[in-house]
């Protein structure tokens, strides 16, 4: 029997090419950064809920795989946790503030006539090898002071209107804190989904080391906060320092700026301890120079604990950030963004750092055939390995034993065979900085990125 049935017309579907592809996602991106600096004035509270969402994120999902419960159930009790938390700070420390600043209005004229005293014993101050004039110096004292009933009549309007934007930007913060809460990495991941399989890999594996390095910079800066504040508080309290809500405020913020922050925090404090009244029953009945003393060596003390105890189990070397690249992308980020650029530039440059890395691996070496060695790979075995590829290869090798790469003997055969064969080997050695030591010594390219940047095949 003669099928009528009719051919069904095929479907003709629009397909990109590789320059439409590129042409389109960069017409997206510039798209998406002028869109982003046109709106830049109310990102504030949407990037505070992301990193509030992003710390708690690990806790929300290891509860979440204990229990067997949904991951909404642990969303809605910690978000109302937060809530709580925010709430009791907001109510118990807005009075206690509000009653320091009120007594440090009123010791201002006294803290002025301790400055004039101190400065009136000599005609001139020795101000970082510089000779300056005391008269000059409590002309300047009596200015900002004499302002200050100015400026708080030019700051009052601006606060009533701040704090309206700031009620506002506080609700869109719960708001967005609770759905960001909800979603987790889900947007991401699906992201991922949509990818080609190759590209997936690569790409989850860049994300996973950029969330490494975001995750432990930011929740250690939280918890440094809290801790410096919390125990320089004490710390003042009991040495009756007076304004010490004020002060471990400062000191906690102050930690976000790396190398400085803390610095001037003690050097405040110290000023606070000099300048504030003493006698019999008062800070152990210490003076002027001898409480500042103190205060200055318990806040050092209370650093070097930070910095090689807490900060080296929190963050540890992660970052791997030059000093003067963290210092620059502090006071541009403060510059930028203020105090969330604070908070967020120094981990932000080093997940650029990661990016970058990754693209130049990309242009540079992703043609290096990659390696893999097993874990009790000896030296003949390395040797007749890489004398098995043809002259001219292009070789990355990795998990080679740290003792059998710094053996001279091997890397003096390793080094005539690269010559006698033409052959461009280079190391992945993790972070075993003997080895890599004995073999930049030797001449041999070390590769500090992970091997998942690297193509080609595996041995």
């Known amino acids: 029997m003669q099928n009528n049935t009719e051919k069904l017309p095929s479907v003709q579907e629009l397909r990109f090419s590789p320059t439409m592809k590129r042409l389109t996602v960069f017409i997206v991106l510039g798209l998406l950064v002028a869109f982003l600096l046109k709106i830049g004035e109310i990102l504030p509270p949407f990037i505070w809920a992301l990193v509030?969402?992003?710390?708690f994120n690990d806790p929300i999902k290891y509860l979440t795989w204990r229990t067997g419960k949904p991951r909404w159930v642990w969303s809605a009790v910690l978000y109302l946790i937060i809530f709580v938390a925010l709430v009791l700070v907001i109510a118990l420390l807005v009075p206690a503030v509000k009653q320091e600043a009120k007594i440090l209005s009123e010791d201002v004229p006294k803290i002025q006539q301790s400055v004039k005293d101190n400065l009136g014993v000599s005609p001139t101050i020795n101000?970082?090898?510089?000779?300056?004039?005391?008269?000059?110096?409590?002309?300047?004292?009596?200015?900002?002071?004499?302002?200050?009933?100015?400026?708080?009549?030019?700051?009052?309007?601006?606060?009533?209107?701040?704090?309206?934007?700031?009620?506002?930007?506080?609700?869109?913060?719960?708001?967005?804190?609770?759905?960001?809460?909800?979603?987790?990495?889900?947007?991401?991941?699906?992201?991922?989904?949509?990818?080609?399989?190759?590209?997936?890999?690569?790409?989850?594996?860049?994300?996973?080391?950029?969330?490494?390095?975001?995750?432990?910079?930011?929740?250690?800066?939280?918890f440094l906060v809290l801790i410096m504040s919390v125990s320089s508080f004490i710390i003042m309290e009991i040495l009756g320092i007076r304004y010490a809500i004020l002060l471990a405020i400062m000191v906690g913020v102050l930690e976000l700026i790396p190398f400085v922050g803390p610095y001037l925090a003690i050097g405040i404090s110290c000023l606070?301890?000099?300048?504030?009244?003493?006698?019999?029953?008062?800070?152990?009945?210490?003076?002027?120079?001898?409480?500042?003393i103190v205060v200055a060596i318990v806040l050092f003390i209370l650093r070097q604990i930070e910095d090689y105890l807490v900060i080296p189990n929190l963050v540890g070397k992660i970052l791997e950030l030059p000093p003067l690249l963290v210092i620059f992308s502090t006071i541009a980020g403060a510059a930028l963004l203020g105090p969330m650029g604070l908070l967020l530039s120094v981990p932000v440059v080093a997940v650029l750092k990661i990016l970058v890395g990754y693209l130049y691996y990309k242009l540079v070496d992703a043609d290096?055939?990659?390696?893999?060695?097993?874990?009790?790979?000896?030296?003949?075995?390395?040797?007749?390995?890489?004398?098995?590829?043809?002259?001219?290869?292009?070789?990355?090798?990795?998990?080679?034993?740290?003792?059998?790469?710094?053996?001279?003997?091997?890397?003096?055969?390793?080094?005539?065979?690269?010559?006698?064969?033409?052959?461009?080997?280079?190391?992945?050695?993790?972070?075993?900085?003997?080895?890599?030591?004995a073999l930049r010594g030797s001449g041999f390219p070390v590769v500090m990125q992970e091997q998942e940047h690297f193509l080609g095949n595996e041995d």
């Open 272 to 292: 606070v301890a000099y300048f504030q009244p003493h006698g019999a029953g008062l800070s152990f009945g210490l003076d002027g120079v001898m409480l500042a």
């Open 127 to 222: 101000i970082a090898g510089i000779e300056v004039q005391s008269d000059t110096v409590i002309s300047a004292v009596d200015g900002v002071v004499n302002r200050l009933p100015e400026i708080a009549q030019e700051i009052g309007p601006k606060l009533l209107s701040g704090t309206f934007r700031f009620l506002i930007d506080f609700l869109l913060y719960l708001i967005t804190t609770f759905y960001f809460l909800l979603m987790g990495a889900r947007p991401v991941l699906h992201f991922f989904d949509t990818l080609p399989l190759l590209a997936r890999n690569e790409m989850l594996g860049l994300f996973e080391r950029a969330d490494r390095v975001l995750g432990a910079y930011i929740k250690a800066q939280f």
């Open 52 to 55: 509030t969402a992003f710390i």
């Open 368 to 437: 290096r055939q990659k390696i893999i060695l097993k874990p009790d790979t000896e030296s003949e075995e390395l040797l007749e390995t890489l004398n098995r590829y043809e002259s001219g290869s292009r070789l990355l090798l990795v998990g080679a034993k740290g003792e059998v790469l710094r053996k001279p003997e091997v890397l003096t055969r390793i080094q005539q065979l690269r010559a006698t064969r033409k052959l461009d080997v280079a190391f992945f050695v993790g972070e075993d900085e003997p080895t890599s030591h």
